[in-house]
């Protein structure tokens, strides 16, 4: 793919050249073989669903590691149903995947596990990856995180908040129900995107810096965001994400962006803990059912259930063994993976 190419083009790419170059780009930055590995797994989950937690990531070098590659991840207390952990500055993706690990472990034998870690201030991905990952293996899995400032809360136009995702994984049959949302009204990535393709944000969703409203993705990002609801409803579940994500897990409160310090809570929770899992399973489906089924009104097509749009999309870029990217962020890849190869 060539430079000249127009930016905003897209192109349909193998998704085996996708993965190697990703994973040779994240060497180039200075990841591990092994970290890299688990990065590009949550880097391509996203891509394949339009999520946009993928590879724009990479494209903007969002993931360059923030501190070491090399110290361990510090289990700092531990109990047979919980751990905490320092990430010491490990990147996001690779602390939250130990810790996912030590939850499925402690829920698996226990039935119940609460795993925080912090001492990060990096990207966690997108936290669908992580409750997937607590669904496939049979468990309820609840994940939240909160990063630096970037959300105002309702009535302000400062940003306190981070964007502060959450995300709930129930295993039910065929296919698990994946609810995946940031608190904002548009994840940061979201504005990201909008400034790379010179195209402007919707006019209620951030303040400039001035507590203005803006279209201009580049103001909002030196402004603050919206919750998602623009109301005192989101804004207070932003808060509720940044006392349990973040002062519960160790993690700062304020300065988080000089602080260096995010923090994510696990939550998973076996369906056997009371006894009888293939009751909640049924019944789980029932529901899911009942919404699938629901009375439409006359313009609505299909309802969707939580994380389907995304899987479909996955299903689909799959069975083509191939994702549609952008030109400008495929010849980033391409040329940031030329380095990485040198290193290996």
């Avoid at 049959?173 to 949302?181: E, S, T």
């Avoid at 993705?217 to 940044?242: N, W, Y």
């Avoid at 009104?297 to 069975?319: F, T």
Wanted: overall charge negative; glycine content about 10%.
């Amino acid at each position: 793919m060539s430079s000249s190419s127009s930016s905003s083009s897209l192109f349909r790419i193998p998704l085996k050249d996708v993965e190697e170059t990703v994973y040779f780009s994240l060497i180039g930055f200075g990841h591990s073989q092994e970290d890299a590995k688990i990065i590009t797994e949550v880097m391509l989950y996203a891509e394949l669903r339009g999520n946009n937690q993928g590879l724009i990531k990479i494209a903007s070098g969002a993931v360059k590691p923030t501190g070491n590659t090399i110290d361990e991840i510090e289990i700092v207390y531990e109990t047979p149903v919980s751990a905490k952990l320092n990430g010491h500055q490990r990147f996001g993706m690779v602390v939250v995947s130990k810790a996912i690990e030590m939850a499925i472990a402690k829920a698996t034998q226990t039935g119940i596990a609460i795993v925080g870690c912090s001492g990060y201030a990096s990207s966690t991905g997108a936290l669908g990856f992580w409750t997937k990952r607590l669904a496939d293996h049979g468990l309820v899995g609840i994940v939240l995180s909160q990063c630096s400032e970037m959300v105002a809360p309702y009535g302000s136009y400062e940003p306190i908040f981070g964007t502060n995702p959450i995300s709930i994984g129930i295993p039910t049959k065929p296919r698990a129900q994946i609810l995946d949302m940031a608190t904002s009204a548009m994840a940061f990535y979201g504005l990201k995107t909008a400034e790379q393709e010179g195209i402007d944000i919707p006019a209620d969703v951030a303040y400039d810096q001035n507590g203005n409203t803006t279209t201009n993705p580049t103001e909002a990002m030196k402004g603050a965001l919206r919750v998602f609801d623009r109301h005192i409803k989101g804004s207070h579940l932003a808060l509720m994400v940044e006392l349990l994500a973040g002062a519960f897990t160790g993690a700062s409160m304020e300065n988080k962006t000089e602080a260096n310090n995010w923090g994510t809570l696990i939550i998973a929770i076996s369906p056997s803990i009371f006894g009888d899992s293939e009751t909640f399973l049924t019944g789980a489906m029932t529901m899911c059912n009942r919404v699938k089924d629901a009375k439409k009104l006359p313009d609505q097509k299909e309802i969707l259930l939580p994380g389907e749009r995304g899987d479909r999309l996955a299903a689909e870029n799959e069975s083509l063994q191939s994702i549609e990217l952008r030109a400008d962020i495929w010849d980033t890849l391409q040329s940031l993976a030329l380095n990485g190869k040198a290193l290996v």
